[in-house]
C-alpha cells in the first residue's frame, strides 16, 4: 500500500505561481516514477508532468516552460512548482504514483488539491 497526500493548492491571479507537495508514504519502494494530473471541470483528468527515480522528467504541451516537477528522494515527496499560471491551469491536481507495469500496473493517487487560477 501507498499513500499519498496533497498540499499547496489554493486561489491564485493569473501570472502568479503555487508550490504542489505530495509526500508518498507506506510501500515507498514500489515506486518508480510519479506524477502530477490535472482534472478541470467537464474534463478528462490529464497527466500535466511525470518524474522517473532516476529524475528524468516530462511534461504537458501546455505546461512546458512554466511548471517544474521534482522530488526529493531523502523526504519521499514530490513537487510541482507552477509559475505564470492562466486561468485554463484551474482544476484539482493529484498525484500519482504507479507501481507494476503493464497488466500488472496498480496506479495510486492522492486525493487532490484544488487550484483556481482568477482571471
Known amino acids: 500500500q501507498v499513500q499519498l497526500v496533497e498540499s499547496g493548492g489554493g486561489l491564485v491571479q493569473a501570472g502568479g505561481s503555487l508550490r504542489l507537495s505530495c509526500a508518498a508514504s507506506?510501500?515507498?519502494?514500489?515506486?518508480?516514477?510519479m506524477g502530477w494530473y490535472r482534472q478541470a471541470p467537464g474534463k478528462q483528468r490529464e497527466l500535466v508532468a511525470g518524474i522517473t527515480s532516476g529524475g528524468s522528467t516530462n511534461y504537458a504541451d501546455s505546461v512546458k516552460g512554466r511548471f517544474t516537477i521534482s522530488r526529493d528522494n531523502a523526504k519521499n515527496t514530490v513537487y510541482l512548482q507552477m509559475n505564470t499560471l492562466k486561468p485554463e491551469d484551474t482544476g484539482v491536481y493529484y498525484c500519482n504514483a504507479p507501481v507494476g507495469v503493464g497488466e500488472a500496473r496498480y496506479d495510486y493517487w492522492g486525493q487532490g488539491t484544488q487550484v483556481t487560477v482568477s482571471s
Open positions: 507506506g510501500n515507498i519502494f514500489s515506486i518508480n516514477a
